[in-house]
């Protein structure tokens, strides 16, 4: 069964410690693998989408990289306005030719001055 | 592009009614999705839209449960005899459906249901 297994749960940062964000799956074929970030109250906003082992995308204070089996999305110099909920989630190749995406339960990142 | 709207917002309801979502995505996108999210948890699928032909449905949508997308436009989501277990955060997202099957999709704000 097609799974996304995020860690950890939750995690606090102070201004400027960077960390990294986990993301494991099993997936029969992986056609793509996305990051959103979520804030309290709204829905998910796209933030990257990887499609290959070795794969890296950055965006801004925020990296994310793709290997055959996990996700990590890295977080360098945090600030206050970065905390949120980040969603990983898988499309299976066998999603039909759509995009039906298998989310984990996410982390939730809070970053204090 | 004002992006994905949903209506209402927030939803109370008493076990038993019938409420009714609505979805109003990007102006020209084709494909329309419904997820469900409960506290701590991410997004499950629903149901996906092409058009206005609903081509997938989750066995986590019951028969209390239907969709539409009358002339591939807004879409309704209706919950019949609502249940406790029936609260969560209804997310509708919606893509452009001309780029592959690995778009981005573009999510609503969702509707929060309560069922007392």
Known sequence: EDQVTQSPEALRLQEGESSSLNCSYTVSGLRGLFWYRQDPGKGPEFLFTLYSAGEEKEKERLKATLTKKESFLHITAPKPEDSATYLCAVQASLSGGYNKLIFGAGTRLAVHP | ?116
């Open chain 2, 1 to 116: 592009d004002t992006g994905v709207s949903q209506n209402p917002r927030h939803k109370i309801t008493k076990r038993g009614q019938n409420v009714t979502f609505r979805c109003d995505p990007i102006s020209e996108h084709n494909r329309l999705y419904w997820y469900r999210q409960t506290l701590g948890q991410g997004p499950e699928f629903l149901t996906y839209f092409q058009n206005e032909a609903q081509l997938e449905k989750s066995r986590l949508l019951s028969d209390r449960f239907s969709a539409e997308r009358p002339k591939g436009s807004f879409s309704t989501l209706e919950i019949q005899r609502t249940e406790q277990g029936d609260s969560a955060m209804y997310l509708c997202a919606s893509s452009l459906g001309i780029m592959g099957d690995s778009e981005k999709l573009f999510f609503g704000s969702g509707t929060q249901l309560s069922v007392l």
